[in-house]
């Protein structure tokens, strides 16, 4: 990150690639298509870019990249809400309704399985388990504290459970093998 | 259903690989290649809070030596003491938050709402405990005079704050706003506590005071108000 920041396009760009999975996929969480995704991390990169100056060396890098990314994400959300809220129609509406009372299936992805829970609860187990940061790491990328973390990853797993236990139930019911 | 197992399934799901296009790699890196500059990180932070509390002091000095440091002559020691070491540590943790606020991904000790609303008591409770005078004379008219120059002073302490912190890029505006709004309304606050004889309590205590969560809302509001615009751009 400091050759980075020295102007050195070889870093930049070793960088680019080493980073770039893993927010691609914290990205892809909220966007509807793949598409959307590669546009958002296009986005967060030219904001990283922008304001490269704000990482001081030394410091943990994941968590300053991934507050960027972040706000790209809940700018991205409100943009795309705005813009839902404009277009919808009552029909699509109660699609998405009758959608909603579905019985649970078995989570293969790791979109599907974190779907239950809540923005906040996602993002945190998502920086957790894919980007592989610390507790301390997510409190600073998140802006809050690690105390707030801990709550959310506890609830996260009390909701998991129950719909992880729910789909192992059906399963039983129904006789179905995996 | 054990944590054991959640872990295992959530590992597995990320196991699963999902790479970004090696086309679209090579775009990021081409888009920012014709602006890759040399650029100077941020000072360390405890640097950039010393200016701000620096700057804080002087633009509250400054205003104070402009319409005399009455209030100050007037003060005894101990009221001194307790009155100004209550606003220097508050504006330190202010200034300490305002800089986390403007650095992506930082460490912070409490949140802006948090600091606000610990300024507004310890200053009210301190103001409580050091004024006797329960007289009220003038109680609005001379409140609002007191008001308006507290916040006079905090809006110049904000700008000279903003230039220092230009550099800097706030993740989220609205708490950025609502920080650098309460580190100024405490130079607003320093100033009166200069300037200001009326020492009846309740003037003290609801007019001094109240520049703090005015200055804070004023900021959060300006803060918003840059985030909407940017979001709607």
Wanted: overall charge positive; proline content about 5%; hydrophobic content about 50%.
């Amino acid at each position: 990150m400091a050759r980075y920041q020295a102007g050195d396009f070889v870093a930049a760009r070793a960088l680019i690639k080493r980073i770039s999975p893993a927010l691609h996929r914290f990205l892809h969480a909220q966007c509807k298509s793949v598409s959307d995704a590669d546009d958002l991390l296009q986005e967060a990169w030219l904001r990283i870019h922008r304001v490269r100056q704000t990482y001081r060396p030394g410091k943990a890098l994941l968590p300053w990249v991934y507050a960027i990314a972040r706000r790209v994400r809940i700018d991205h959300y409100r943009k795309s809400l705005r813009s839902t809220m404009r277009e919808q129609r009552w029909d699509e509406l109660s699609a998405t309704a009758a959608d909603s009372l579905t019985q649970p299936q078995p989570a293969d992805t790791l979109e599907e399985l974190l779907a239950p829970l809540s923005e906040s609860q996602r993002e945190v187990l998502e920086m957790l388990k894919v980007a592989g940061m610390s507790l301390e790491e997510v409190a600073q990328a998140t802006s809050s504290s690690v105390g707030s973390v801990k709550q959310k990853v506890h609830r996260a797993y009390r909701k998991l459970r129950q719909s992880m236990s729910l789909v192992e139930l059906r399963k039983g019911q129904t006789g179905v093998v995996p | 259903m054990r944590d054991a197992e959640i872990d295992e399934a959530l590992d597995r799901a990320v196991r699963e690989p999902r790479p970004a296009s090696p086309e679209l790699l090579k775009r990021i890196g081409e888009s920012i290649e014709p602006s890759l500059e040399p650029v100077r990180p941020l000072p360390p932070a405890w640097i950039l809070t010393a200016i701000l509390v620096l700057i804080s002091l002087a633009v509250a000095l400054a205003f104070a030596a402009r319409a005399g440091l009455h209030g100050f002559e007037a003060l005894d020691v101990p009221a001194r003491v307790a009155i100004f070491a209550a606003l220097a540590v508050l504006s330190c943790l202010a200034a300490e938050l305002l800089v986390a606020e403007w650095t992506p991904g930082s460490r912070r000790r409490s949140t802006p709402a948090g600091l606000l609303a610990m300024a507004s008591v310890v200053l009210g409770g301190v103001f409580a405990l050091l004024f006797r005078d329960h007289r009220v004379e003038h109680f609005v008219s001379s409140g609002i005079a007191c008001l308006l120059t507290g916040l006079a002073c905090a809006a110049a302490a904000a700008l000279l704050g903003l230039w220092v912190m230009r550099r800097g890029w706030a993740v989220n505006r609205v708490t950025a706003g609502l920080v650098a709004g309460t580190l100024s309304g405490l130079a607003g606050v320093t100033l009166l506590e200069l300037h200001c004889t009326n020492f009846e309590a309740l003037h003290v205590v609801v007019w001094h005071t109240l520049v703090v969560p005015v200055s804070a809302g004023a900021g959060a509001i300006f803060g918003w108000s840059v985030q909407r615009g940017r979001a709607l751009s």
